[in-house]
């Protein structure tokens, strides 16, 4: 999202589309509460109306694009009967599209100064978001009767491949210095990806035995 004036109806969803922008390019701490009510087109007193303080702020931004990014992922899986590289292509896409989503949440992951109070109260999914879609669509291609390990397995090492390669080639310095490096061309990538996602299908289907033993 380039234009951080884009109109939104609600005060809240705004703030958070326009701080996650603001994050993602220059970082938490290079980000005032007061920069981001002058790119919302909001006063301070809103901000702190609806999150309380800029960390707050960070994790709400981390939670909402979590809950984005596994709809989307939700409503691609149900996109009638498709392989699991076709909607690993997707996922792919739709996270070079939405770049400052992925960039905000590995930066909460790997900072410790972002980290939130614990709060017994909090119940966060350790998961990636639209992991339940994807393993079921995992399931419709390999049958119900792969362990659920093994299916479970492929869902997260798909993931997590898709996730980091997306990063990377979101990142400022990569899109700086690589630009003309094999490995940052989309349809490369996208086409590692599909062979990846051929491998794990097809390790588990050929040999569910090796799972019986975890």
Known sequence: MEDTTVKVKDTKT????????????????????RDIAQAADVNVASINYHFNNKLNLLHSIFDYNY?????????????????TEDLASKIFELFMNNGPALINGFKILLSDHLTPPLNDKDDRSLGPPGGAAILKVITEEVGEEIPLKAREWAMRMLTSN????????????????????????NENKKFEIIQLTRSLINNIKVNPQQWDQY
Do not use: P
Request: charged content about 25%.
């Open 14 to 33: 705004k703030i958070l589309i326009v701080a996650n922008e603001l994050f993602a390019r220059n970082g938490f701490d290079g980000v005032s509460i």
């Open 67 to 83: 809950t984005f990014i596994g709809e989307e992922i939700t409503k691609m899986s149900l996109d009638g009967k498709q392989k």
């Open 162 to 185: 898709i996730f980091h390669n997306a990063a990377v080639m979101s990142s400022t310095y990569c899109k700086t210095f690589h630009k003309d490096d094999y490995w940052m061309d």
